[in-house]
């Protein structure tokens, strides 16, 4: 929810449809972000989104959506009773188990043929899920350009996640030193308040770190065996970090793009 793209076809699942369609570009980006929770992820995927035409694809994105008053922007709709159990897991900051996950990706495939391309942010995180990735795009017959791990200290991602507040209208994301609104507790953007996610309160910070460190940063291996991995600092600003995402990803691309500009502080 921190892009401004129509991404109904992917918060929904379904028969749900994206009324604002991508362009169709001659080299589509399609790249898995890894990476602990509050490292920027979220961050990065926003510059990437706005540089490259692709769609950010977030299971956790998915999951908020559901738990929002208003669906995402998508009032008619009604959360089954499989996402009412998944937000229990995500408020203690507790994986979801895989077999949801996968059902919830397994419906939204279509997602992965947009035609803009696309960046998989939070999926997978665990070994079983990329492997039933590897599954999906071996039968769909798409290739991944790579997977960017970003590397941060974990005081420093601890600092970041613990900073954060998110607009309760348009979910753009800020932090309490780092990005700070104009206005205090108001978005620059829309105007709505400003909120800390449940999970990220001191408390469920570190069982989320936790699980991170146990469950998904093996698939930091799991990548680098199949060639696809580049690391990359989270140091520093976001421009700064998006521009050495872009560094790496260029000899994968062959493309040139130039950098958006940095987000507002
Ligand atoms: P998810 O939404 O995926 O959360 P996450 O991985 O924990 O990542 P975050 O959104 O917390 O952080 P981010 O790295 O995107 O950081 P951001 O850019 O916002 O998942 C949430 C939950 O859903 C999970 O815990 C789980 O329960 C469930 N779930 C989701 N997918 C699942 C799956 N596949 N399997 C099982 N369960 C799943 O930045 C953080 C803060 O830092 C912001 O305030 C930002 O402004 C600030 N910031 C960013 N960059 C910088 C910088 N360079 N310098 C200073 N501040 C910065």
């Known amino acids: 929810m921190k892009t401004t793209r129509d991404r109904t076809a992917w918060l929904l699942g379904g028969d749900a449809a994206c009324t604002d369609q991508p362009l169709e570009v001659e080299r589509p980006l399609r790249i898995i972000l890894l990476g602990a929770p509050g490292v920027g992820k ?46 229990g897991y995500m408020r203690r900051g507790e994986l979801v188990p895989d077999e949801t996950v996968l059902g919830l990706v397994t419906e939204r495939v279509s997602c992965l043929h947009c035609r803009g391309g696309f960046l998989l942010d939070g999926f997978p995180r665990t070994v079983a899920q990329a492997e039933a990735l590897d599954l999906i795009l071996e039968r769909e017959k798409i290739k991944l350009d790579a997977v960017v791990s970003y590397d941060l200290p974990i005081e420093e991602v601890v600092a970041r996640a613990s900073g954060r507040r998110t607009c ?29 996610r449940e999970d ?22 799991y990548y680098t065996k199949q060639g696809l991995l580049i690391s990359i600092s989270a140091e520093g600003v976001p421009g700064a970090i998006f521009a050495r995402t872009l560094d790496a990803l260029a000899p994968r691309l062959s493309l040139r793009v130039e950098p958006a500009a940095e987000p507002k502080k």
């Not at 908020?64 to 089954?80: I, K, L, M």
């Not at 994301?173 to 953007?189: N, S």
């Not at 990220?200 to 291996?221: C, H, M």
Request: aromatic letters at 6%.
């Open 168 to 196: 309760s209208k348009c979910k753009a994301v800020y932090h309490l030193t780092a990005r700070r609104p104009a206005k205090e507790g108001i978005c620059d953007r829309c105007g709505g308040v400003l909120y800390q």
């Open 200 to 221: 990220d309160k001191p408390e469920t910070i570190r069982v989320r770190q936790e699980t991170y460190a146990r469950s998904t940063a093996p698939l930091i291996d």
């Open 42 to 87: 979220g961050t990065q995927a926003e510059l990437l989104t706005s540089g490259f035409a692709c769609c950010q694809l977030s299971t956790g994105d998915i999951f908020r959506a559901a738990s929002s008053p208003d669906h995402g922007g998508c009032e008619n709709w009604e959360p089954s009773p499989a996402m009412k159990a998944a937000l």
